[in-house]
C-alpha cells in the first residue's frame, strides 16, 4: 500500500475593513503596519483585493516579501490592488465572502461598514479567530460571547502586535 503524505499548509490570516471611502488615515497607516508584521512571521494575507484597509495591509507585506492573496467579487481577473500576487475571481459578488472565511485560519477586522459587519457575523458564525481592530461603532462587541474573539478598540502599534499574537496563538487550538 502507497504512503500518503500529509502537507500542513501555510497560515493564511484575512483581512477585512473598509474603502478608501469609509476608513481613515489612522486605520490604513496601522492595517500597513499589521502587513508588515504578518509578513515578518511568513504568513500569508487573503483579502478582497480591493482598495483602503486591503491595498494598505497588502503594501505593508510586500515590504517585508510577503505573499497576498485578493478573493474577488468579480468572475475575471485584473480587479485586485497591485500589491496582490494571487487574485482569486469567485464571481460571488458579496458571497465572496464566504470563501474568505472558510480560506482564512483567523481574521483580523479593522473599521468598514455594512460588508465588513456582514464579513464579521459570518466569521464569528463559523469560530474562526477573529480580533477586531478599531472602534467599530456599528457593533456591540461587549454582547459578542466567543471563545476565540478580542476587540482592541485603539488603532496602536501595540494593539497591532496583541492582534497577531492573538490570532496566530489561536489558529488550530
Not at 8 to 22: A, D, E, L, V
Not at 59 to 66: F, I, S, T
Not at 79 to 84: M, Q, Y
Not at 117 to 129: A, F, N
Request: hydrophobic share 40%; with cysteine.
Amino acid at each position: 500500500m502507497k504512503q500518503r503524505t500529509i502537507h500542513k499548509s501555510k497560515s493564511i490570516i484575512g483581512i477585512i475593513g473598509g474603502h478608501t471611502h469609509n476608513t481613515n488615515a489612522q486605520a490604513l497607516k496601522i492595517a500597513e503596519k499589521t502587513g508588515e508584521r504578518l509578513a515578518q512571521l511568513g504568513i500569508a494575507i487573503a483579502c478582497g483585493g480591493e482598495d483602503g484597509i486591503m491595498e494598505s495591509v497588502c503594501k505593508g507585506a510586500k515590504k517585508y516579501g510577503g505573499v497576498t492573496i485578493a478573493i474577488t467579487k468579480s468572475n475575471k481577473k485584473g480587479f485586485a490592488n497591485k500589491f496582490i500576487d494571487y487574485e482569486i475571481p469567485t464571481s460571488l459578488d458579496l458571497a465572496f465572502m464566504n470563501v474568505l472565511a472558510w480560506s482564512s485560519d483567523a481574521i483580523i477586522a479593522f473599521d468598514g461598514r455594512f460588508g465588513t459587519m456582514c464579513e464579521i457575523g459570518l466569521i464569528l458564525d463559523i469560530g474562526r479567530p477573529l480580533a477586531l481592530l478599531g472602534k467599530h461603532e456599528l457593533i456591540n462587541s461587549g454582547k459578542i460571547k466567543a471563545e476565540k474573539f478580542v476587540h482592541l478598540k485603539e488603532y496602536t502599534d501595540e494593539n497591532v502586535q496583541k492582534a497577531v499574537e492573538f490570532v496566530v496563538r489561536n489558529i488550530n487550538r
